[in-house]
C-alpha cells in the first residue's frame, strides 16, 4: 500500500517511523507490515504476508494515513476504505432461462440470468448494471439488440430484446448468449460464461399418409 504526501508547508515532510505513518487495517484488526518510504514524498507498507485470494481474507479494509512534517506536527488522520473481494460472480447455466411471447407465443421476447456472489464477497452493485453484464449475438457474430435490467431481489440478471425475434423461421437458427456480472471489486466470472441455444419456430409436419395402424 502507498500514500503519496504533499507538502504544505517550509519544514518538509517527516517519513520516518516516528513522524508520518501509514496503516491496513481490516476485519481481523490491523495487518502486521513494515512501513518504509521512498525518502522523498511516498510512505509504503509492504504486509508481512500477502492476503489470501482464496476468500478466507475478503472483506472491508482501511488505509490510515496520518502525516507529520519535519518538525512532529502531525495532520489529520485519513482514512481511506475498499473491498478486498477474490471471490468472481458466479452463474449456471441451468440459471438462465429464455421467455416466448407474441402472438404466436414463439417469438423470443427475453433472456434472464440468476447471478451470485458467494460470501465473503464485495457484492454486487445493482446501480451500475448496464449492458456489459449480458448480451446477444446469432450464429454469425452479430449483436441483437436489446436492454438489460435487473431484478435485485431474485438476484437475476434480465435481457429484453428490442425487437423479439420472428416466429416465421427467418431468425432461427443457433444464438449465443453471454453473461458478465461485475462485483464491487471488478471481478467477472472466470471463464466467461456462454450459453449456446437453437430458436427454432419452425413446427414439425406430419402427413396423413404418414399415419399407421397396426402397420396399415
Request: proline letters at 5%; charged letters at 25%.
Amino acid at each position: 500500500v502507498r500514500a503519496v504526501l504533499n507538502e504544505t508547508g517550509s519544514s518538509g515532510i517527516d517519513l520516518s517511523s516516528t513522524g508520518s505513518t501509514i496503516k491496513l487495517v481490516g476485519q481481523k484488526g490491523e495487518v502486521p507490515g513494515v512501513q518504509t518510504s521512498d525518502s522523498k514524498t511516498t510512505l509504503i507498507f509492504t504486509l508481512t504476508k500477502p492476503l489470501a485470494i482464496d476468500g478466507s481474507d475478503d472483506g472491508v479494509y482501511t488505509i490510515s494515513v496520518t502525516p507529520a512534517n519535519s518538525a512532529k506536527l502531525k495532520g489529520q488522520k485519513q482514512d481511506f476504505t475498499f473491498n478486498y473481494d477474490t471471490v468472481s460472480p458466479k452463474i449456471s447455466v441451468n440459471d438462465v432461462d429464455l421467455w416466448y411471447g407474441g402472438s404466436a407465443g414463439s417469438s423470443l421476447i427475453e433472456i434472464s440470468a440468476i447471478v451470485r456472489d458467494d460470501s465473503p464477497s464485495s457484492g454486487f452493485d445493482w446501480d451500475v448494471v448496464d449492458n456489459t453484464w449480458m448480451s446477444l449475438r446469432d450464429s454469425g457474430g452479430k449483436e441483437v439488440k436489446g436492454k438489460v435490467y435487473t431484478a435485485q431481489s431474485e438476484s437475476k440478471v434480465r435481457f429484453i430484446l428490442d425487437t423479439p425475434l420472428a416466429s416465421n423461421g427467418r431468425d432461427d437458427g443457433y444464438y449465443t448468449v453471454t453473461v458478465t456480472p461485475k462485483d464491487k471489486a471488478g471481478n467477472t466470472p472466470d471463464p466467461v460464461v456462454r450459453y449456446e441455444f437453437f430458436y427454432d419456430t419452425k413446427p414439425p409436419i406430419l402427413s396423413k399418409a404418414d399415419i399407421t395402424i397396426n402397420d396399415k
